[in-house]
């Protein structure tokens, strides 16, 4: 499967964003996603997840309760809302697809990575 992630940009601390993800090329439903981010000179860390129905989510203890993750299976669409951002929300956000059943936060699960989308929180 194919994943384009967009939504990205620059953003005062306090403000939302809403980051897309599109997919492509299989049955996008039969896969868990979930929203990494990468820092720099930082390793690559799980952001949240979300079931192939929606019905199961799970999120970093980070963003607990300010990110949100969503799907939409007939768009072939995952999303992340992110509220009260943060400086140390910036990062390079990628999604992610995952083949295999439930969620995870361990990125070597996933099957197949978008490209990335810069978040840049200024203080």
């Known amino acids: 499967v194919q994943l384009q992630a967009s939504g990205g940009g620059l953003v005062q601390a306090g403000g939302s964003l809403r980051l897309s993800c599109a997919a492509s090329?299989?049955?996008?439903?039969?896969?868990?996603m979930g929203w990494f981010r990468q820092a720099p000179g930082k390793e690559r860390e799980f952001v949240a997840a979300i079931s192939w129905s929606g019905g199961s989510t799970r999120y970093a203890d980070s963003v607990k309760g300010r990110f949100t993750i969503s799907r939409d299976n007939a768009k072939e669409m995952v999303y992340l809302q992110m509220n009260s951002l943060k400086p140390e929300d910036t990062a390079v956000y990628y999604c992610?697809?995952?083949?295999?059943?439930?969620?995870?936060?361990?990125?070597?699960?996933?099957?197949?990575w978008g490209q990335g989308t810069q978040v840049t929180v200024s203080s």
């Open positions: 090329g299989r049955t996008f439903e039969y896969y868990n």
């Open positions: 992610a697809a995952k083949g295999t059943t439930g969620t995870s936060p361990r990125s070597y699960e996933y099957d197949y």
